[in-house]
């Protein structure tokens, strides 16, 4: 497990967010990205999850909702990675698959397109 502290993973977090390009953020409606300990439920390894109605999926009367959430699991992170190089990398991939969710994108796309 990688010793990390909250304000480190934190900044991890941000620097991938960061490195998503801006014309995509732009796109990015009604959505919240937060850093939670631990996921709910039984998997304990699940290091992100999106919850929400993806861009696709909202029709035209959606509105007034409580934002979407991105959440970034930061223990079941650290327990996976080797260090903390690996940690910003894989934070960086589970920002960009998450957010590829809130496009409407699911896994088995992802997959194919080398996210997976």
């Given at each position: 497990?990688?010793?990390?502290?909250?304000?480190?993973?934190?900044?991890?977090?941000?620097?991938?967010?960061?490195?998503?390009?801006?014309?995509?953020?732009?796109?990015?409606?009604?959505?919240?990205?937060?850093?939670?300990?631990?996921?709910?439920?039984?998997?304990?390894?699940?290091?992100?999850?999106?919850?929400?109605?993806?861009?696709?999926?909202?029709?035209?009367?959606?509105?007034?909702?409580?934002?979407?959430?991105i959440l970034i699991y930061m223990n079941p992170t650290l327990r996976m990675c080797e260090d903390?190089?690996?940690?910003?990398?894989?934070?960086?991939?589970?920002v960009v698959h998450e957010i590829a969710h809130h496009f409407g994108i699911d896994d088995e796309?992802?997959?194919?397109?080398?996210?997976?």
């Amino acid at each position: 497990m990688v010793e990390m502290t909250r304000e480190e993973f934190e900044k991890a977090v941000e620097d991938a967010i960061d490195a998503v390009p801006g014309e995509l953020l732009d796109l990015i409606d009604n959505c919240v990205i937060l850093i939670e300990d631990e996921p709910e439920g039984d998997d304990k390894d699940l290091l992100g999850l999106y919850d929400g109605v993806a861009l696709t999926e909202r029709g035209d009367l959606w509105g007034g909702e409580l934002p979407d959430r991105i959440l970034i699991y930061m223990n079941p992170t650290l327990r996976m990675c080797e260090d903390e190089d690996d940690v910003r990398d894989e934070v960086a991939i589970t920002v960009v698959h998450e957010i590829a969710h809130h496009f409407g994108i699911d896994d088995e796309r992802l997959h194919a397109l080398g996210w997976g």
